[in-house]
């Protein structure tokens, strides 16, 4: 061959091979995150999203709801992901003059004088309706929640009923029950005006002229309407349908910064509202929501006084609270409880109905990508930080917005608990593990592995492999775990030592009985370089001592006679002691620890997570290293400072803030004391976790960050807090390059594989004979759905005359069955009949529905035929002639078409070759 035909070849070989090689200059993955630096601000959703398509910001870190904003990031062919888990509701004050105990009215008007700052109220007696659970209950029907999904939102909402989520797994495992109640509560306004027209008179209200009077004054509803997002008009909209029904309507807009003193912050017997437009994000995909009746409808939800005054009625209390602490033992148990619970939270318990769950958008530049969580997106995903990249750079410098910031105090026990707040403190800290934003399961963070031992016969499930689940006939609990802390000797008791003085215990409020077997026991293992190296922000090194003394003033501030003791935290606190069963430090380092509990959840992963962080550093609000919670608790105990909004009510001070206001000074002057005094807090207990020398280590370090950065939040997440901003209304933090992982720790995390149905059925059925379904779950990739990962397949099925539900049965790995007998098809009414399937997944919390109509046909019996003779023929039969068939024309084949492209490629190869046989033949 020609060396010069060689020569060319290798060029363009070279050439090829360049295109690989330019390019790929690989960076290091760097310690912490990808990016350098963020900008948080805030603006109206239509500001922000014209600034995102001007380029002058690189994502917005907010929901869109607008479906006009909606079109323009369409229109600028923006990337975006949409996520369920943002709802609204509305928030009533059920408060009134009534018996503490049973909730009987004595009189339907606030205790107290109104402090809403309206002439229009001042001075007046206030009367509240919704202190009547049945008023409440008539707004199901006064409020159109499809007209607010379709024609306020766009058809970027969809109608939401209860505290069950829709696209949740429970609302799989309950459709039938929540398609019930959805169809009882729907929209009637006829009927919601006659049951308030029929209740109204009862409270001693009287209708003049169209208009509701009470002693003589209007009954004037104070509406707290938010102003940020389409909540707006959510306000208008009920503010109008109440208008109509004869209530003088005192609308007062305003962001959740104006309005939060008016409801979170305030005392329900002062009359500062009757209803505000409230809004919720389920930061991650919620596996079980029973929880949400004792979150959302009893005193066990939050610290704030309009939680603490709730009253009850007894049976649904109950019910709450056993599903607030899964207090059951099979499936069956826990649907019949919920069940329960869902009817009465709309009927009885109804302080707040929700409206509208949220198909929420949340749009971003081509050049950065970052993890949006199924539920929360965005805001809700805790893995956002880790996860945020300029595309092809590694570093870098980006700018966000989102509709408010700063909008409370910041301390990691008991301050902001706003989604715009709680976005960028989780960016700082980081719990032990970390959830996945697609399925809600737990991944280790900070721990190698985990042991889960469960009593056989709770329905306990795992699915990843860092936890293994075993059944036990029993856990039995060591008598050296530990159980509680006493803040009156300052010592930690062991179980062994309840027993003996179960006093200890009842002085918590709860039972003072030691309990020595559990449902469940958790072996965690931590991390090897979990107190070698690895650092929170200001330096100091993450000890043993953190997690001791979180679960010392866990039960500090539960303790009567403690100075910490806060009454609005009690009732969380007794409920979860009551299931509490012990805790175990059975290594140090590395550090194995022992959870023991009657706390349980469906899959395992939680259980492994919840015992890993019952006692880690990261508390309801945020991070906390001992030395910087412990400023605030000494400020507390002296009266100047307090961790929650309740306690700070009622000590007539500041809310502890760390990263501005006057709490700044009062926490410098406790950390220069702290160093003059070597101060060890708890020091009986925590003089074996940590020394003098480290104790002022500890508080020096702090003392220098707060010279450098001007506030006090110390974190240990993958960025740090640079800088606030108060009147710029700005946060910048700053990636953590001294943090133990890389940036690539969750790379691993692909998109969500939910699965896909489909259903195969007859078109037809008919009344009273069997039928079959046939329904295949299969991967969006087509192959079909591991069985292991499904947990469940329900089939609803509706018709003219009802409707009837059931399990699909699994025949083989991907496909399933639904038998319908004689007695099923017996129920239906003739004509059109629905088929809904829904498939649950282990490992994607959203659940699968696919729908098809057949027709049931009525069953019309065959008539039995008598036969008639057959007349014996008197003439033979003629033979017919034989037939000559007519010759078959044999088909002429024509010969298969050769495709152009073929062609084609024949004639270059013919020409390459015939140009290749000339060139080497050729002379010299």
Request: glycine share 6%; aromatic share 12%.
């Amino acid at each position: 061959m020609s060396k010069v035909l060689i020569s060319m070849i290798l060029a363009v070989l070279l050439a090829l091979s360049l295109l690989y090689i330019i390019p790929v200059q690989a960076q290091e993955v760097p310690r912490g995150p990808w990016v350098d630096e963020i900008v948080f601000d805030s603006s109206r959703p239509e500001i922000g999203i014209e600034r995102l398509i001007a380029g002058e910001i690189d994502w917005w870190h907010d929901t869109v709801d607008d479906p006009g904003t909606f079109k323009r990031i369409q229109d600028a062919k923006l990337p975006y992901t949409v996520s369920y888990g943002l709802y609204y509701e509305l928030t009533f004050n059920y408060r009134c003059k009534m018996n503490e105990t049973t909730g009987e009215i004595i009189e339907p008007v606030f205790p107290n004088p109104s402090k809403l700052p309206r002439p229009e109220v001042e001075g007046k007696i206030l009367m509240n309706p919704f202190c009547s659970r049945r008023i409440r209950e008539a707004m199901h029907y006064i409020v159109n929640r499809e007209f607010i999904a379709t024609q306020i939102f766009g058809g970027l909402a969809e109608p939401r009923y209860t505290a069950i989520t829709p696209n949740f797994p429970d609302y799989g495992r309950l459709y039938d029950v929540l398609m019930e109640i959805e169809e009882t509560y729907k929209y009637d306004f006829e009927k919601g005006k006659a049951i308030i027209f029929e209740e109204m008179p009862k409270l001693g209200a009287t209708l003049v002229e169209g208009k509701w009077y009470y002693k003589g004054a209007p009954v004037i509803i104070i509406f707290l309407i938010r102003t940020e997002d389409l909540r707006k008009d959510i306000g208008d909209y009920v503010s109008a349908q109440l208008e109509l029904l004869g209530f003088t309507v005192l609308r007062y807009y305003g962001t959740s910064r104006d309005l939060a003193p008016y409801w979170i912050r305030a005392d329900p017997d002062d009359g500062t509202f009757h209803i505000y437009t409230g809004g919720w994000i389920t930061t991650v995909v919620d596996r079980d929501q029973s929880g949400n009746f004792g979150f959302f409808y009893t005193k066990l939800g939050r610290p704030e006084t309009l939680w603490k005054k709730i009253i009850n009625t007894p049976e649904f209390y109950e019910v709450a609270e056993r599903l607030w602490n899964l207090n059951f033992t099979s499936l069956e148990e826990r649907r019949e409880l919920m069940t329960k619970a869902l009817w009465l939270s709309m009927k009885e318990e109804n302080q707040r109905i929700f409206i509208v769950n949220r198909v929420a958008v949340w749009p971003r530049r081509p050049h950065v990508v970052l993890a949006s969580d199924l539920a929360g997106g965005y805001s809700g995903a805790w893995l956002w930080p880790w996860t945020i990249r300029i595309v092809g750079q590694v570093g870098g410098k980006l700018k966000t917005s989102m509709r408010s910031i700063l909008v409370e105090p910041w301390n990691p026990v008991g301050g902001s608990n706003w989604i715009y707040d709680q976005t960028i403190i989780r960016a700082t800290g980081e719990t032990a593990t970390e959830p996945d934003p697609y399925s809600g399961l737990y991944w280790p963070h900070r721990v190698k592995k985990a042991e889960v031992y469960v009593q056989k016969g709770l329905p306990v499930f795992k699915s990843l492999d860092w936890v293994t689940l075993e059944f036990v006939d029993e856990n039995k609990v060591p008598d050296d775990a530990w159980l509680l802390f006493d803040c009156n000797t300052t010592k930690i008791y062991t179980v062994g030592e309840v027993k003996v003085k179960p006093e200890l215990l009842g002085a918590f409020g709860v039972t003072p009985e030691v309990k020595t077997t559990s449902l469940v026991k958790v072996v965690v293992y931590y991390d090897e370089n979990l107190f070698h190296g690895y650092k929170w922000h200001d330096g100091s090194l993450f000890s043993l001592a953190d997690i001791v003394y979180t679960f010392i003033i866990t039960f500090d501030r539960a303790c009567p006679g403690s100075k910490l003791y806060d009454s609005a935290y009690v009732p969380s606190f007794q409920s979860w002691l009551s299931q509490f069963r012990g805790f175990k430090i059975v290594q140090k380092d590395p550090l194995i620890i022992e959870y023991y509990t009657d706390i349980w959840y469906m899959d395992a992963e939680w259980s492994a997570s919840s015992a890993a962080n019952a006692f880690w550093p990261y508390y309801s609000q945020g991070p906390g290293p001992w030395h910087v919670v412990e400023m605030i608790a000494r400020a507390e105990r002296d009266g100047r400072l307090a961790f929650t909004s309740d306690k700070a009510n009622l000590l007539g001070v500041d809310q502890a803030n760390l990263i501005g206001g006057v709490s700044l000074s009062i926490i410098a002057g406790y950390v220069d004391k702290s160093i003059a005094e070597k101060w060890i807090p708890y020091r009986e207990v925590l003089k074996d976790y940590v020394t003098e020398t480290e104790a002022v280590t500890r508080y020096t370090n702090l003392k220098n960050w707060y010279t450098a950065k001007g506030h006090f939040w110390v974190g240990n997440g993958p960025f740090y807090l640079e800088k606030v901003d108060y009147a710029a209304r700005t946060v910048t933090i700053k990636a953590f390059r001294e943090h133990v992982d890389r940036a690539d720790k969750y790379a691993f995390l692909a998109e969500p594989p939910r699965p896909v149905v489909k259903i195969e059925a007859p078109s037809e059925v008919t009344i009273g004979k069997e039928a079959e379904i046939t329904i295949k779950v299969l991967m969006p990739t087509g192959e079909p759905y591991k069985s292991e990962y499904v947990e469940l397949v329900r089939y609803v099925v509706t018709h003219l005359g009802g409707r009837f539900t059931g399990l699909a049965e699994l025949v083989e790995e991907g496909v399933y069955r639904v038998k319908l007998t004689e007695a099923d098809t017996s129920k239906l009414a003739p004509g059109p009949v629905s088929i809904k399937m829904i498939a649950v997944s282990r490992i994607v919390g959203i659940p699968t529905t696919e729908e098809i109509v057949i027709v049931a046909k009525p069953y019309v019996p065959i008539p039995t035929l008598t036969p008639s003779p057959t007349p014996t023929p008197t003439t033979p039969p003629t033979t017919p002639p034989p037939t000559t068939p007519s010759p078959t024309p044999t088909p002429t084949t024509p010969p298969p078409a050769i495709p152009p492209e073929m062609i084609a490629i024949i004639v270059v190869v013919v020409l390459v070759v015939i140009a290749l046989i000339v060139f080497l033949t050729r002379k010299k």
